[in-house]
Nanobody
Framework: QVQLVESGGGLVQAGGSLRLSCAAS????????MGWFRQAPGKEREFVAA????????YYADSVKGRFTISRDSAKITVYLQMNSLKPEDTAVYYC????????????????????WGQGTQVTVSS
C-alpha cells in the first residue's frame, strides 16, 4: 500500500508560480512512476506530468510543457511540481498518483493505470 499526501496549493495571480509537493509513504519501492493530474469543475481528470522513480525520465502534457517541471527527491520520497507562468485555465484540483507498472511516453499519462491517489490540492489562478 502507498499513501500519498499533496500540499502547496493555493490562490495565485496569473503569471505567478506555485510548487506542489507529494509525500509518499508505505511500499514506495514498488512505485514505478509518479504523476500529477488535474481536474477542473465539469471536466475530466487530465494528465499534467509524470516521472519515473528510477532514472528520472519525465513526461509532460503539451499544455504545460515549458511552464511546469516535475522532479523527485528519493531521500524524502517526495515528488514536486513546480508551476510557473500560471494561467487561469490551470485552475483545478491537482492530484498526485503512483503506478507500479511500466510506462513510457504517452502511456504514463493514462490515469486509469495509476493505482494510488492522493486527496488533491486546490490551485486557483486569478486573472
Amino acid at each position: 500500500q502507498v499513501q500519498l499526501v499533496e500540499s502547496g496549493g493555493g490562490l495565485v495571480q496569473a503569471g505567478g508560480s506555485l510548487r506542489l509537493s507529494c509525500a509518499a509513504s508505505g511500499r514506495t519501492f514498488s512505485a514505478y512512476a509518479m504523476g500529477w493530474f488535474r481536474q477542473a469543475p465539469g471536466k475530466e481528470r487530465e494528465f499534467v506530468a509524470a516521472i519515473r522513480w528510477s532514472g528520472g525520465s519525465t513526461y509532460y502534457a503539451d499544455s504545460v510543457k515549458g511552464r511546469f517541471t516535475i522532479s523527485r527527491d528519493s531521500a524524502k520520497i517526495t515528488v514536486y511540481l513546480q508551476m510557473n507562468s500560471l494561467k487561469p485555465e490551470d485552475t483545478a484540483v491537482y492530484y498526485c498518483a503512483a503506478r507500479t507498472g511500466y510506462c513510457s511516453g504517452a502511456g504514463c499519462g493514462d490515469p486509469y493505470s495509476y493505482k494510488y491517489w492522493g486527496q488533491g490540492t486546490q490551485v486557483t489562478v486569478s486573472s
